[in-house]
């Protein structure tokens, strides 16, 4: 005997398959399987960058649009004595401070930066929140001197 030829090598040792429906939904699987990891590699580092970047942008606009509602409520606040209106106007002038810096800075500001801002800024509207309660709340409070009662003690002391 011979060396068999290449048919009869492939017609005795290879596996006759046909072409079936588990056939094509293995091969399916596969191609599947396939892009699915070239979408995790390729793809999705992508759109994580983008993630990020659009989570910075939503920041800056949050912390703009809150910075601007908290100087409109402000500016609506009114008070009774002067002393309440100084405590009202202080704060007003540092969110006109921090309303030039953050205008001046967005470009500037990192994430956390920005987080810290509006930190800062939640903590004036609790302050906002405690002046417009019913009665309001203020921080500064004015007290007087009986003045009459001390000059009476005074003098009361000095004759003795």
């Not at 040792?13 to 590699?41: E, N, P």
């Not at 949050?62 to 409109?72: A, H, V």
């Not at 402000?74 to 009202?88: A, I, K, M, N, P």
């Amino acid at each position: 005997m011979g060396m068999p030829s290449r048919k009869e090598l492939k017609s005795r040792y290879s596996v006759k398959r046909r072409r079936d429906i588990v056939t094509g939904f293995a091969i399916c699987l596969f191609l599947l399987l396939v892009s699915f990891q070239l979408f995790l590699t390729l793809v999705v580092p992508g759109l994580l960058k983008k993630k990020k970047a659009f989570e910075f942008h939503v920041a800056k606009l949050e912390m703009s649009s809150q910075l601007d509602t908290l100087r409109k409520e402000l500016s609506r606040v009114r008070t009774d004595s002067d002393v309440q209106s100084g405590e009202v106007t202080t704060v007003c002038n540092v969110t006109d401070q921090l309303a030039m810096y953050t205008r001046d800075s967005l470009d500037q500001l990192s994430l956390k930066q920005i987080f810290q801002l509006k930190r800062i800024f939640g903590q004036y509207e609790a302050v906002l929140r405690r002046w417009k309660e019913r009665p309001p709340r203020y921080y500064t409070v004015q007290e007087t001197i009986d003045t009459d009662s001390l000059m009476r003690a005074l003098r009361k002391e000095i004759k003795e």
